[in-house]
């Protein structure tokens, strides 16, 4: 008989191993349900594009002669969970099995092994890097660095090789990349994709039913296609690539998105690949248009990072979201859902990220996870916060990048120190420390940066810990040279700072 398909939101391409693995007269089952819009409260943009991108996608399948049996989200019979569908969708066609691709997501890898139809689940081979490759990798080191894991995949993709060599002689060029930026009213911007018939319908149900959500679902300009996300893709690779490794770890208050990509939702939906954005990205400096220091770091950032977190959240298991190495309990402070603050850096970094679901990699890691490190939010809820308010939040990528990089809370898996920095980084990286309420260059006082009170705050009540860590220590060295009367105020003034985070205070 036939057998039930099944294709997930964020599995939406024709090489899908479920979709691979189908035989004539199975049927494909998509399905929008209540439990994935709501267990945690996703941007309304994340989840119209990924509805909007689903009911794409089904008509492409349909349109390429499968048979589609699609639950809309505001249908009477929609049992309102995946289980629930497949149970109803296997009793309607008389189907005894479904053949599934692992979801990212281990809250539903659990619901389709206890589904009561069996669910053969395929490996995701969407990836470079199998787990199990992952796996025999790491297998037998002491620490797992992305440096070394990257190299082997730079040699096991042949992208930017001279043979065995690294094209340019290094391996990375990171010391050409991360410098601050200027204003350029020039700049290229990326792409926006004017909503079609279908994607104005999900965003008038994504407003009705999730309305309350955190984040403004229109202006809505996100590519919903596999057409529209390679164009998005070729802008890109045109405008913004030459100038991605200089610009990659500036900020602008004027100027959100700079020279990155914004194509991860894309990425990580599977509207596009990631072999298929590198060889775009070699091939531009194969063709001169762009420096080495660009192209190699943003395949870095692909083959790399990407590839890496992924590897990390299938070996660490279904426990790794509950890690709280640092012990942090503090709740996560208003201002992460919109609450008034007078940090510019803050308000710039969330306030962007209501209206666009989308912030770069510095202003998620060095501005609010920074401040929810400094501060000791309990890393749960931190990544609960992160997994809902951007447009490319799913759990494979999103924890590892939360809990490990940013929060420290996998206590050293991901990342060999934490990355904390006092309000000096921000303001080298950054303009927003200009129109601040509060002075960058004051180290307490009432109108001290918070970051410069709460870095050693951190540093020192974690200081059994951190101490022996050799990149860590000349921060200690400078911390013990400072004068005694100076030390007491700053800690007595984080201590200040954190009591009135915690009364609820506009800080
Ligand atoms: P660009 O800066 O243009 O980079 C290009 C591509 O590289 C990205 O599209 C992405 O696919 C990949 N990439 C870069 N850095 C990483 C990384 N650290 N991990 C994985 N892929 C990377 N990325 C997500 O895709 N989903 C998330 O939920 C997510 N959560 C994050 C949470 C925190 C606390 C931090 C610090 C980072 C997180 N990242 C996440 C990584 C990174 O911030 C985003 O991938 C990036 O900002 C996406 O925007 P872009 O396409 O413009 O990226
Ligand atoms: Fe942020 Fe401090 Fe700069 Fe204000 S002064 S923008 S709080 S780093």
């Known amino acids: 008989g036939p057998r039930l398909i099944l294709v997930l939101g964020d599995q939406l391409t024709a090489d899908v191993a479920a979709l691979r693995a189908a035989r004539p007269g199975d049927v494909v089952v998509m399905a929008e349900v209540m439990a994935e819009g709501t267990y945690v409260p996703h941007h309304p943009q994340k989840i119209a594009l990924i509805l909007s991108a689903m009911r794409h996608f089904a008509e492409d399948l349909r349109a390429a002669g499968w048979q589609v049996a699609y639950s809309r989200l505001d249908e009477a019979e929609n049992t309102q969970s995946i289980a629930g569908e497949l149970i109803r969708r296997a009793a309607e066609v008389g189907a005894r099995e479904v053949i599934a691709t692992a979801p990212g997501d281990w809250r539903l890898r659990a619901a389709l092994a206890e589904c009561p139809i069996p669910v053969r689940m395929l490996p995701d081979d969407r990836f470079l890097c199998s787990e199990a490759e992952f796996a025999a990798w790491a297998e037998g080191r002491k620490q797992l660095r992305m440096e070394f894991f990257y190299r082997e995949m730079r040699r096991r993709t042949g992208l930017m090789m001279e043979g065995e060599k690294p094209a340019g002689g290094q391996w990375n060029f990171d010391h050409d990349n991360r410098k601050p930026a200027k204003a350029d009213l020039f700049r290229p911007r990326p792409p926006r994709f004017a909503p079609d018939a279908v994607t104005e319908e999900v965003l008038a149900l994504v407003e009705a039913r999730?309305?309350?959500?955190?984040?403004?679902a229109r202006p809505f300009g996100w590519a919903v296609t596999r057409g529209e996300a390679l164009a998005a893709l070729d802008c890109f690779a045109r405008a913004s690539l030459p100038t991605f490794g200089d610009e990659q770890d500036a900020m602008l208050a004027g100027d959100p998105t700079l020279s990155h990509a914004l194509i991860s939702p894309y990425l990580n939906l599977g509207l596009l690949s990631p072999m298929e954005v590198c060889r775009r990205v070699e091939a531009e400096w194969q063709a001169g248009r762009v420096p080495i220091n660009a192209a190699e770091g943003f395949i870095r950032q692909i083959i790399g990072w990407r590839e890496f977190v992924r590897g990390i959240w299938a070996l660490e298991g279904p426990g790794y979201t509950g890690r709280n190495a640092l012990g942090h309990k503090r709740a996560l402070p208003a201002v992460?859902?919109?609450?008034?603050?007078r940090m510019a850096c803050m308000g710039h970094a969330v306030g962007q990220t209501r209206d666009m679901a989308y912030a770069h990699h510095i202003q998620r890691l060095m501005v609010t996870g920074n401040f929810a490190l400094l501060a000791g939010v309990d890393p749960a809820e931190v990544h609960e916060w992160y997994l809902s308010v951007y447009v490319d939040a799913f759990e494979w990528v999103e924890a590892p990048?939360?809990?490990?990089?940013?929060?420290?809370?996998?206590?050293?898996?991901?990342?060999?120190?934490?990355?904390?920095?006092?309000?000096a980084y921000?303001?080298?990286?950054?303009?927003?420390?200009?129109t601040c309420h509060y002075r960058v260059k004051e180290k307490t006082?009432?109108?001290?940066?918070?970051?410069?009170?709460l870095y050693w705050h951190f540093l020192i009540r974690h200081r059994d810990r951190f101490a022996a860590n050799p990149r860590m220590a000349q921060m200690y060295r400078t911390w013990d040279r400072m004068e005694e009367g100076h030390r007491a105020r700053v800690l007595r003034e984080a201590e200040g700072f954190l009591a009135r985070l915690d009364a609820g205070e506009t800080l």
Not at 445 to 453: K, Q, S
């Open 210 to 216: 999730f309305g309350t959500h955190f984040g403004a």
């Open 336 to 341: 992460y859902w919109g609450g008034a603050t």
């Open 401 to 423: 990048n939360t809990i490990g990089m940013s929060q420290f809370a996998d206590g050293g898996v991901v990342g060999s120190k934490p990355y904390v920095s006092s309000g």
């Open 426 to 434: 921000i303001d080298r990286m950054s303009d927003y420390c200009g």
């Open 445 to 453: 006082g009432a109108r001290a940066c918070p970051f410069n009170l």
